[in-house]
């Protein structure tokens, strides 16, 4: 079945480490996205990309950084910068180009940061 | 910019009461909109969406209306279920640029449902 993995599902990180969460596709989508989740505030959109080797910075891009080197694969890296990264963190994506197209998502990497 | 609005939970409501959560939007277009549900641990998933005006969305017997006059999506079920019990966000999509640059989610609405 297609669908979007994230993993893992758990991270626990040294404060001043950086960390990468994987995230991959094969729902062949153009569009992918990293959203992160904190109680009582709902999703805020950190990066997308809409297409290989290519991303725009969302909301919240400050500290966290991205790559899209294959269209399957979108890995987040929350980096020493980032202030407060404790946090539930998503990857979706969807049909480039498809107006009214919803996100699928994966069922999310909860990290950790003491 | 673009922002979405639902009701703060959580919401209690007994088995086979009458469900609303109401959810209103802020567009510089004419967005799409969508509603969506998450189980604990889990990512979100799709429940319902709507693409242009006076459509009805509806899904596992959720329905939501496209309200442009009021610019609303108000999310409602006839019975709901102890099953129903999760998270429920309000979420706009307006494509800029050529190309789908995300959605803008609301909150969240915390459902509870007791038995």
């Known amino acids: 079945d297609g669908g979007i993995t994230q993993s893992p599902k758990y991270l626990f990180r040294k404060e001043g480490q950086n960390v990468t969460l994987s995230c991959e596709q094969n729902?062949?989508?153009?569009?992918m996205y990293w959203y992160r989740q904190d109680p009582g505030q709902g999703l805020r959109l950190i990066y997308y990309s809409q297409i290989v080797n290519d991303f725009q910075k969302g909301d919240i891009a400050e500290g966290y950084s991205v790559s899209r080197e294959k269209k399957e694969s979108f890995p987040l890296t929350v980096t020493s910068a980032q202030k407060n990264p404790t946090a539930f963190y998503l990857c979706a994506s969807t049909g480039q180009g498809s107006f009214g197209s919803p996100l699928h998502f994966g069922n999310g990497t909860r990290l950790t940061v003491t | 910019g673009n922002s979405v609005t639902q009701m703060e939970g959580p919401v209690t409501l007994s088995e086979e009461a009458f469900l609303t959560i109401n959810c209103t939007y802020t567009a510089t277009g004419y967005p799409s909109l969508f509603w969506y549900v998450q189980y604990p641990g889990e990512g979100l998933q799709l429940l319902l969406k709507?693409?242009?005006?006076?459509d009805k969305g509806s899904n596992k017997g959720f329905e939501a209306t496209y309200r442009k006059e009021t610019t609303s999506f108000h999310l409602e079920k006839g019975s709901v279920q102890v099953s129903d019990s999760a998270v429920y966000f309000c979420a706009l999509s307006e494509v800029t640029g050529g190309g789908a640059d995300g959605l803008t989610f609301g909150k969240g609405t915390h459902l509870i449902i007791q038995p």
């Open positions: 729902l062949n989508h153009d569009a």
């Open positions: 709507a693409t242009k005006a006076d």
